[in-house]
């Protein structure tokens, strides 16, 4: 066997070779097959992040762009105030989404899961929650309005039932409505990872659980949300980019009166000033990849992947 083996080891690698008799490393022939990835993602993912990292030390002014090495743009990024506060206020934006959105995601899909017996049943529920991302994400959040203005739905229907006197101001154009849209927008991807781990969970331990005496509360904290971690830990590592990089929905749904870091990059590539932008996208990228190195170092979601 390992002689039939060995002999078409090396018929491969003379093929890769051209099969003319020149033999080709089985090492050499792996890297020319990740070759082709490894230059799209060069070209379309490393290259672009390193434009961003020299364009980041570059002077600038109101009529253009100047090559140099100047750490003006990172000084003024970190030694401000103004932009520490950005950083915290989305940091309390990411926080407040992730947890509703894990709570909100973890609910249904257990619901899903392990309440729903048919498979049928389960995928028709699931597109259900799918239905909604088939439009814009703009649409999605601008649709919130009618909803939660002052004249809108639930103020009049509270002012009819006799619950309230006058409309409610922080309904809307408020952080209360950057998080509504924002756990709105991004819980169905917390939904399925963790609906995907679920689904992979061997209904036996529940079994074995409940006849060493445990109860549906201990079988829910000691075997099933264990098991869904890496489905979790995924769904975070999503919920959390989507946030830090979401710029639209704190301009639209906070009407200006609040900010986070990507708002202000979009500000400051409307007035023209990259290498500003540049220098916070380089701090807000560093930041992310801290948050998920973290996420990674306490779950292993390989097994997920």
């Not at 915290?88 to 947890?99: D, E, G, M, P, Y």
Request: proline share 4%; hydrophobic share 55%.
């Amino acid at each position: 066997m390992a002689t039939i083996a060995s002999s078409e080891t090396d018929q491969a690698a003379r093929k890769a070779g051209g099969g003319r008799g020149f033999s080709v490393p089985l090492g050499l022939v792996s890297y020319l097959q990740a070759a082709p990835l490894f230059l799209i993602l060069s070209f379309f993912f490393l290259l672009p992040i390193a434009m961003i990292g020299v364009v980041s030390f570059w002077d600038y002014d109101f009529a253009g762009l100047y090559p140099a090495f100047l750490t003006t743009n990172y000084t003024d990024t970190l030694g401000s105030w103004v932009t520490w506060k950005t950083y915290l206020n989305t940091l309390k934006f990411t926080a407040i989404v992730w947890a509703l959105t894990l709570v909100i995601g973890f609910g249904v899909a257990y619901f899903l899961a392990f309440h729903i017996r048919r498979t049928s049943t389960q995928m028709i529920l699931f597109l259900i929650c799918t239905v909604p991302f088939m439009t814009s994400n703009i649409i999605r959040m601008i649709s919130w309005i009618p909803v939660l203005g002052r004249n809108g739905l639930v103020n009049s229907t509270l002012i009819q039932m006799g619950l309230i006197p006058k409309p409610i101001e922080w309904l809307l154009y408020s952080d209360f409505a950057v998080v509504l849209a924002m756990v709105h927008l991004y819980t169905l991807f917390m939904v399925t990872p963790i609906f995907n781990t679920l689904m992979r969970i061997d209904r036996s331990l529940f079994e074995a659980a409940r006849d060493a005496g445990a109860s549906g509360w201990q079988v829910l904290w000691n075997v099933v949300i264990p098991l869904a971690k890496p489905g979790m830990a995924i769904g975070t590592i999503f919920v959390v980019t989507l946030v830090m990089a979401d710029f639209s929905t704190v301009q639209v749904m906070s009407g200006g009166q609040s900010a986070s870091i990507a708002l202000m990059m979009k500000n400051q590539m409307s007035l023209l000033q990259y290498p500003a932008a540049a220098a916070n996208a380089v701090v807000l990228l560093i930041l992310v990849l801290l948050m998920v190195s973290a996420i990674l170092r306490v779950v292993d979601i390989r097994k997920e992947l």
